[in-house]
Nanobody, 125 residues
């Protein structure tokens, strides 16, 4: 049974950094396109950063710029989302999602086969 579990969410202050982790079981993440999505209160789910399976090339959504970095750890079957210089607009629930395919646009939620349950991030108390 495939399972993705996100962790690392919490409350941070503006300008701080946070590291989220996506742990895969029943699936080899190195053979998947992995994308992190965010759903902010009252908004649609949006793709943030994605990493390809075959060459680990990362794609970043334009509005994210270089504040967010996605990586993967083959040995431990993990993906990380490092977020720097966070602001209030980064508040939301963060999800990792995987697909064995190579979507032309990796930020379309419908392309993904497996999803985690999400981890909540709040910027500013």
């Amino acid at each position: 049974q495939v399972q993705l579990v996100e962790s690392g969410g919490g409350v941070v202050q503006p300008g701080e950094s946070l590291l989220l982790v996506c742990t895969g079981s029943g699936i080899k993440l190195e053979y998947q396109t992995i994308t992190w999505f965010r759903q902010s209160p009252g908004k649609e789910r949006v793709g943030l950063v994605s990493i390809r399976s075959h060459d680990a090339m990362a794609t970043v959504a334009d509005f994210v710029s270089d504040r967010f970095i996605i990586t993967r750890d083959r040995a431990n079957n993990l993906s990380y989302l490092k977020m720097d210089n966070m602001n209030a607009e980064d508040t939301g629930t963060y999800y990792c999602a995987t697909t064995p395919t190579r979507p032309y646009d990796p930020f379309i939620a419908g392309e993904y086969e497996h999803w985690g349950q999400g981890t909540q991030v709040i910027v500013g108390a």
